[in-house]
Protein backbone atom coordinates (compact mmCIF):
# COMPACT_ATOMS: atom_id res chain seq x y z
CA UNK A 1 0.00 0.00 0.00
CA UNK A 2 1.34 3.49 -0.71
CA UNK A 3 1.89 5.70 2.07
CA UNK A 4 3.17 9.43 2.01
CA UNK A 5 4.72 11.20 4.95
CA UNK A 6 5.30 14.88 4.45
CA UNK A 7 7.71 16.58 7.07
CA UNK A 8 9.13 20.50 7.12
CA UNK A 9 6.58 22.16 7.83
CA UNK A 10 6.75 24.74 10.82
CA UNK A 11 6.49 28.22 11.63
CA UNK A 12 7.90 31.17 9.52
CA UNK A 13 8.15 34.86 9.73
CA UNK A 14 6.71 36.92 6.71
CA UNK A 15 9.21 37.05 3.86
CA UNK A 16 10.95 33.47 5.21
CA UNK A 17 11.40 30.39 3.34
CA UNK A 18 10.88 26.40 3.87
CA UNK A 19 11.10 23.22 2.14
CA UNK A 20 8.66 20.57 2.35
CA UNK A 21 9.51 16.67 2.08
CA UNK A 22 7.49 13.78 1.35
CA UNK A 23 8.65 10.39 1.27
CA UNK A 24 6.85 7.98 -0.83
CA UNK A 25 6.73 4.29 0.10
CA UNK A 26 4.76 1.07 -0.75
CA UNK A 27 5.06 1.15 -4.58
CA UNK A 28 7.10 2.21 -7.61
CA UNK A 29 7.49 5.97 -7.23
CA UNK A 30 8.49 6.48 -10.81
CA UNK A 31 4.53 5.79 -11.61
CA UNK A 32 3.33 8.23 -9.99
CA UNK A 33 2.81 12.33 -10.80
CA UNK A 34 3.13 14.58 -7.25
CA UNK A 35 1.29 17.25 -6.21
CA UNK A 36 1.15 19.27 -3.77
CA UNK A 37 -2.26 20.53 -2.18
CA UNK A 38 -2.84 23.17 0.76
CA UNK A 39 -5.83 23.74 3.03
CA UNK A 40 -6.48 26.87 5.09
CA UNK A 41 -8.88 27.03 8.10
CA UNK A 42 -12.48 26.78 6.57
CA UNK A 43 -11.27 26.96 2.77
CA UNK A 44 -11.50 24.06 -0.02
CA UNK A 45 -8.44 22.28 -0.48
CA UNK A 46 -6.38 24.12 -3.13
CA UNK A 47 -3.56 22.57 -5.68
CA UNK A 48 -0.10 23.87 -5.48
CA UNK A 49 2.16 22.17 -7.39
CA UNK A 50 2.83 19.05 -9.23
CA UNK A 51 5.30 17.14 -11.34
CA UNK A 52 6.04 14.14 -13.72
CA UNK A 53 7.39 11.34 -13.03
CA UNK A 54 10.78 12.23 -15.25
CA UNK A 55 10.82 16.27 -13.82
CA UNK A 56 10.28 17.06 -16.99
CA UNK A 57 7.19 19.07 -16.86
CA UNK A 58 5.95 21.09 -13.71
CA UNK A 59 2.56 23.23 -12.82
CA UNK A 60 1.80 25.91 -10.60
CA UNK A 61 -1.23 27.45 -9.16
CA UNK A 62 -1.16 31.33 -9.49
CA UNK A 63 -0.24 31.86 -6.05
CA UNK A 64 2.98 29.59 -6.21
CA UNK A 65 4.40 31.01 -9.32
CA UNK A 66 7.54 32.62 -8.79
CA UNK A 67 8.04 31.67 -5.16
CA UNK A 68 7.25 27.89 -4.90
CA UNK A 69 9.53 25.53 -7.43
CA UNK A 70 8.52 21.57 -6.96
CA UNK A 71 11.24 19.03 -7.91
CA UNK A 72 11.96 15.39 -6.99
CA UNK A 73 14.69 12.89 -6.08
CA UNK A 74 13.48 9.62 -7.58
CA UNK A 75 16.26 7.77 -6.15
CA UNK A 76 15.12 8.93 -2.48
CA UNK A 77 11.45 8.56 -3.23
CA UNK A 78 10.92 11.97 -2.43
CA UNK A 79 9.23 15.35 -3.47
CA UNK A 80 9.93 18.36 -1.94
CA UNK A 81 8.20 22.07 -2.19
CA UNK A 82 10.72 24.91 -1.81
CA UNK A 83 8.66 27.84 -0.45
CA UNK A 84 9.70 31.60 -0.30
CA UNK A 85 8.63 34.78 0.07
CA UNK A 86 6.27 33.45 2.46
CA UNK A 87 3.36 35.43 3.06
CA UNK A 88 0.57 34.79 5.88
CA UNK A 89 -2.14 33.61 3.28
CA UNK A 90 0.41 30.77 2.91
CA UNK A 91 -0.69 29.21 5.82
CA UNK A 92 -2.51 25.99 5.52
CA UNK A 93 -1.83 22.48 5.96
CA UNK A 94 -0.13 21.38 3.30
CA UNK A 95 -0.67 17.90 1.84
CA UNK A 96 1.30 15.60 -0.51
CA UNK A 97 -0.61 13.76 -3.55
CA UNK A 98 0.30 10.87 -5.88
CA UNK A 99 -1.76 9.90 -9.05
CA UNK A 100 -0.89 8.12 -12.18
CA UNK A 101 -1.77 10.80 -14.29
CA UNK A 102 -0.36 14.75 -14.59
CA UNK A 103 -1.22 17.06 -13.29
CA UNK A 104 -2.06 15.76 -9.88
CA UNK A 105 -5.57 16.33 -8.95
CA UNK A 106 -7.88 16.20 -6.09
CA UNK A 107 -8.77 13.34 -7.23
CA UNK A 108 -5.29 11.37 -6.97
CA UNK A 109 -4.87 8.16 -5.62
CA UNK A 110 -2.82 8.80 -2.57
CA UNK A 111 -2.65 11.43 -0.36
CA UNK A 112 -0.61 12.72 3.00
CA UNK A 113 -1.22 13.42 6.44
CA UNK A 114 -0.36 16.59 5.99
CA UNK A 115 2.51 19.13 7.78
CA UNK A 116 1.36 22.55 9.13
CA UNK A 117 2.69 25.77 7.74
CA UNK A 118 2.45 29.03 9.63
CA UNK A 119 3.76 32.46 8.82
CA UNK A 120 3.34 34.70 11.13
CA UNK A 121 3.55 38.57 10.05
Known amino acids: QVQLVESGGGLVQAGGSLRLSCVFS????????MGWFRQAPGKEREFVAS????????YYAGSAKGRFIISRDNAKNTVFLQMSSLTPEDTAVYYC??????????????WGQGTQVTVSS
Open 51 to 58: IDWRSTMS
Open 97 to 110: AAETGYPVSRRAEY
Open 26 to 33: GGTFTRYA
